[in-house]
C-alpha cells in the first residue's frame, strides 16, 4: 500500500518537474478569409527580433459592419501522422462570452492569453478594424507553462470565426512544444 503511495507520489513530482520545463514557441501562422468581401486579413505574421523576442501580429478588416453575431470555434490539434483533434474543441458565442467571460473557463483560459495584446475587449457590435499586435511568446509562456498538461511536440490552435452564422475568417497558430 505504502509503495503505491510513493508511487503516486514520485509520478506526480516527475509529472509537475515536466510541466515547469515545458515552453511554447510558435512555428508558423496561417490566415485565411472565405469571404474578403465580408472580412479579410491587412496582415498575419510572426516576426523573430532575436533569439528571445518572437511575436505575432494580425489585423482583421471588418467591411459589413456593424458586427452583432459572433461565435468562434477553437480547437487544438497535436501533430502525429498528420494533425489530429487534441483535448479541446470548443465553440463560443463570443457575443455572449464578452458580457460574462466567467461563464466559459476555457474561453477565459484562451482569451487570456491574448487580451492585454488585442482590441478584442468589449461584446457586440463590433464596427472597428480587430487588432492582434505583437503578442510575444514570452508572454503566452509566462501565462501557460506551469499549468500545460501535455506532452512536448508540436500543435496547431486552429479557430473559424463565423460572423452570423456563416464561416468567414480562419486563423492558424502553430506551437511547438519542449
Ligand atoms: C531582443 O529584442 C528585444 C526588443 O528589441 C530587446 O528588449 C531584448 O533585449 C533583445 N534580447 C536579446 C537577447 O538581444
Ligand atoms: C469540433 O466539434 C464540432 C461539433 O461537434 C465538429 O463539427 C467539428 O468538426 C469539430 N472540429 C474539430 C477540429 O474536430
Ligand atoms: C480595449 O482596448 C483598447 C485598445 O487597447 C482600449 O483603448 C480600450 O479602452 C479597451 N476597452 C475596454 C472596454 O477595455
Redesign the pocket.
Known sequence: MISIIRLVQLSVFLCSIHLAISKLEFTNVKCFSHQPEFALYDYCFIKSINRTYKYISMKVKLLKTPVVKVKV?A?IFQRLNGYK?FLY?VTVDACRFFKNQKSNPVAFYLYNLFKDYSNLNHSCPYDHDIILEKLSINHVNTQVTDVLPVPHGDYLF?SDWYISDIKRLTADVYVKIY
Open positions: 470555434n480547437a483533434p474543441n486552429h
